[in-house]
């Protein structure tokens, strides 16, 4: 039996699910056609030249009333089968066919047969610290009424795993036939952007749905796994994974985000969280029934048969009278806070510590280890506050603060000064004690904007706020700048703030701006010995290409690294990765163990972004899974650090840096036709139309494609599938490495080097996903004749760059080596052909016709946008 039939078993049963849903609401004809094209997508792949013209000819031929439900069927299909292997990653069938079924125990294997010292590994543990951090990026299709049901619809595929009667199945069946249906039913394109708040909510989900059960089952994991090899479990305040989020606080590009939004997002998390722990607490109330009870206990319920139940009754009504208040202030733009609320985390913890620990001097281990314990453990990780929240800002926004109040004063302009009269500037007002705005300043709109959300984050304090984000920061003063903004809006805390270094320049420039912060004694005692610094991944690899960029990160956080430890700050590296691996993304288990060795020791921190977040988090036991993978991954990153490159490493890897970027940016930025043709061959300006997320698709909307995010760079070259962006320039340096006669040299470096061997391991990811003849036919269809040269000359280019890697690779095929990501990419591919098809013809209709263009064609277009995303599992 394949180890893969389970799968495909499950694929087929929601296919044949779907299918009698169409059948019952659309008609037999309807399905036939659906089959016929289906069977033809899977005939075309390893058939003959006939049958991909044959299938194309009926894609062509569908009449406006077909071509909608034929475009909903195999999206929808997509979702189901994404549902089917995100399910087969955590069923038991699944665990002998994937990549790392058990990640923390092979990891103390490894451990153990690496002879590890004991006492390096329990340090290694008690300084875990990974900070997951949910972004808004605007990449995640699925309608969050779509993404509930495909949950309930996993629900049901788990419990078919069970023993069941045959009563029992036809019950199951019979629900997912009503949730199939469902789906159905619901228009799967939002009517509207989601706004920021929207966005928030459906991070709030996440945790509701899956993180909440999903944290408490990996640390009990990893505290099982750990106690036989330390002697001992983990701490009881241990967090070694917490979320963040950007949802509500990412203001860079977005003018939506609003001061007044941020305070809503920030309300409606303590309120989500109230909410949450109420719900537990309920549950606690019924099960601590008991009267036996320590001291300390008594002493805090005086007289009390059931100690307890009373406590935790008490907690409970704080927490819902604190919800009811929450409620209230979300009506207003301000109201007073009263004292008797449930506001910091220590008032949740002090009673639920007070019962764990009289259970434990009472000898009822059993039952304060079982569900008290889940809670306290929620407790540590997302508090009374759910998720920290990050603001993020451009620092031209700060600079435009300083430049209009110089102005005001008569002493210049701020924008203009050399960056030495900037810190002086700077650094004198932050050692004065007055007040540095005079209250009569009338500030422009913008400028007022960024005051009122310092003093948004001044009044919510530190359990509410995580770090202050600095997108395009290049010099000691972007950071400066923001300290004394914190300073005048009266924060009583030392916020983290961290310069974000995006671009290929800002890369290089990072070590030069971080050692002169770091030569400020002012700013080394702000800092108390911990610095963050954020390594954008997605604008340097737009900017100069997905090699010469992941060259340039490395090369920065290896000199972050050494500049804080010469200076004795401990560095905390935060990466801005993308889902995709043209923007930084692919496995994150392997991602980790090529960062340079040192880079994780002072924890890490990671952003998890758009459909990702449900591919890893959407389910709680897929969630305990990628916990741990990131676990696992970090400890052995620590405590097992890649080796140091060696100087003919470095040599050569500078080498094929700046070979792909002069290849990747002489198509990108100087090749005349470029523009032209990457809107004619892929949907990018349609893209505009799909309501996504609240961020707008470019910076300035009268830009070009300099302008357009990396987001939509991507996802528009995923949608045709030549997926440019990620492999562009890499075959051309590696291509000259082995001209030069270093194939030798690059064998070395992919068996000894994690990150070059991870660089090759992306590029073959990319190879498999990208497909010379799809491509080929979105520029038949759209591309004018006098731009097809250059479509030819890229798809030859990706043709001979495939061939080189399986050359230097030694293998005859694509991922040969990773079965079960070959296995994933390969079932899509016959559902995802006729929406490609299907995608062209609609496009020729939408630019050429488009008196033809009614709203059931304008929905097919995006519902196959929608759908090829599913497919690729990955879109921006």
């Known amino acids: 039996m394949s180890q893969y039939a389970a799968l495909r078993a499950n694929v087929g049963l929601l296919g044949t699910q779907l299918g009698d849903t169409v059948r019952n609401q659309l ?71 994937i990549e790392k079924p058990q990640p923390l125990q092979e990891l103390l294997t490894l451990l153990n047969t690496q002879q590890v010292d004991v006492e390096k590994t329990r340090q290694a543990v008690a300084d875990l610290s990974i900070e997951l951090v949910l972004t808004a990026h605007p990449t995640e299709v699925t309608r969050r009424t779509l993404i509930y049901k495909l949950t309930q619809i996993a629900d049901c595929l788990a419990q078919r795993e069970q023993e069941l009667s045959a009563h029992q199945l036809a019950r199951l069946d019979a629900r997912l036939n009503d949730l199939i249906t469902q789906a159905w039913h619901t228009n799967e394109i939002r009517e509207q952007r989601p706004t920021p708040v929207d966005e928030a909510k459906s991070g709030f989900a996440v945790i509701e749905t899956s993180l909440w059960q999903a944290i408490p089952e990996f640390i009990r994991e990893l505290d099982e796994a750990l106690t036989p090899v330390l002697g001992h479990g983990l701490a009881l305040d241990a967090a070694p994974i917490r979320f963040s989020s950007w949802m509500g606080g990412d203001r860079d590009g977005n003018p939506f985000v609003t001061a007044k939004v941020t305070r809503q997002v920030l309300l409606l998390s303590r309120w989500k969280a109230a909410d949450l722990f109420a719900q537990d607490l309920d549950v606690l109330g019924n099960e601590l029934s008991m009267n036996l009870a320590n001291a300390a206990l008594q002493a805090a319920v005086p007289g009390s048969t059931e100690p307890y139940r009373d406590l935790l009754k008490t907690l409970r009504g704080k927490l819902l009278h604190t919800r009811d208040w929450l409620t209230e202030a979300l009506k207003h733009d301000r109201l007073q806070r009263p004292d008797d609320l449930l506001w910091h985390n220590q008032q949740l913890l002090e009673p639920l510590l007070l019962c764990y620990h009289s259970l434990r001097d009472c000898k009822m281990d059993v039952i304060a280890n079982g569900l008290l314990l889940d809670t306290i453990r929620r407790a540590y990780a997302f508090g009374l506050t759910l998720l920290k929240l990050d603001v993020r800002q451009e620092s031209g926004r700060h600079t435009q603060v300083f430049s209009e109040f110089t102005q005001y004063l008569g002493i210049g302009d701020y924008a203009h000064w050399e960056e030495p009269a900037r810190q002086a500037f700077l650094l004198n007002e932050l050692a004065s004690k007055r007040p540095l705005f005079p209250r009569n300043w009338q500030p422009s709109a913008e400028v007022r904007e960024v005051l009122d959300t310092c003093d948004i984050i001044a009044r919510h304090g530190p359990e509410a706020l995580s770090t202050y984000v600095i997108s395009m920061a290049g010099k000691p003063s972007d950071v400066l700048a923001v300290q004394l903004l914190l300073k005048e809006a009266g924060i ?31 700013y080394r005692g702000y800092i108390q010995g911990k610095q963050e610094v954020m390594i954008g991944y997605s604008d340097s690899a737009k900017d100069a290409g997905a090699i010469a960029a992941a060259w340039a990160q490395y090369s920065a956080q290896e000199a972050l690294v050494a500049i804080c430890a010469q200076a004795k700050v401990q560095l905390t590296l935060f990466h801005g990765r993308g889902g995709t691996i043209g923007r930084g993304g692919g496995p994150a288990h392997a991602a980790i163990l090529s960062q340079p060795p040192g880079s994780l020791a002072g924890g890490m921190r990671v952003t998890e972004q758009g459909e990702m977040i449900r591919f890893k988090f959407g389910l709680s036991k897929l969630a305990q899974r990628s916990l741990a993978l990131y676990a696992s991954a970090v400890l052995e990153g620590v405590l097992l650090p890649p080796p ?19 290849a990747y940016r002489a198509v990108v930025r100087h090749h005349p036709e470029f523009v032209p043709y990457f809107r004619a061959a892929t949907p990018e300006l349609e893209l505009g139309q799909l309501p996504l997320g609240s961020r707008p698709p470019k910076r300035n909307p009268n830009g070009g494609v300099e302008s357009l995010r990396a987001i939509p760079w991507i996802f528009a070259w995923s949608q045709n599938r030549l997926m440019l962006p990620a492999w562009l320039g890499a075959g ?11 194939t030798a040299l690059l064998h070395e470096m992919r068996a000894q080097w994690p990150f070059f061997a991870t660089r090759l391991s992306m590029l073959e990811m990319v190879y498999l996903k990208a497909d010379a003849q799809i491509a080929a036919y979105y520029d038949e269809k759209l591309v004018p004749e006098h731009l097809l040269g250059l479509g030819e000359q890229l798809r030859n280019q990706l043709s001979a760059d495939t061939a080189l890697l399986l050359q230097l690779i030694d293998r005859p095929d694509l991922m040969a080596n990773e079965a079960w990501i070959r296995e994933s990419i390969m079932l899509r591919n016959t559902y995802v052909d006729p929406l490609h098809i299907l995608q062209v013809e609609l496009l020729k209709r939408v630019r050429h016709a488009p008196e033809t263009v009614n709203d059931n064609i304008k929905r097919a277009l995006m519902v196959t946008i929608a759908g090829i995303a599913a497919g690729m599992r990955n879109s921006g």
């Open 27 to 97: 008609g037999p004809a309807v399905l036939e056609r659906i089959e016929q094209i289906r069977s033809l997508a899977k005939q075309a792949r390893s058939g003959t030249e006939q049958q991909d013209q044959q299938l194309k000819q009926i894609l062509a031929g569908l009449t406006d009333d077909e071509i909608l439900p034929v475009a909903r069927a195999f999206a929808q299909f997509l979702n189901l089968a994404n549902l089917a292997e995100q399910h087969h990653t955590i069923s038991k069938a699944g665990a002998a066919s």
């Open 492 to 522: 009583s805390f030392p916020m983290r703030v961290a310069p974000l270094f995006e671009t290929l320049a800002d890369l290089t420039n990072a070590p030069e701006c971080i050692s002169k912060l770091l030569a400020i004694d002012w």
């Open 644 to 662: 140091v490159p060696k100087a003919e490493w470095r040599a050569l890897m500078a080498q094929l840096a700046t070979t792909s970027c002069e």
């Open 732 to 742: 051309s340096a590696l291509a000259e490495a082995v001209a030069q006669g270093k």
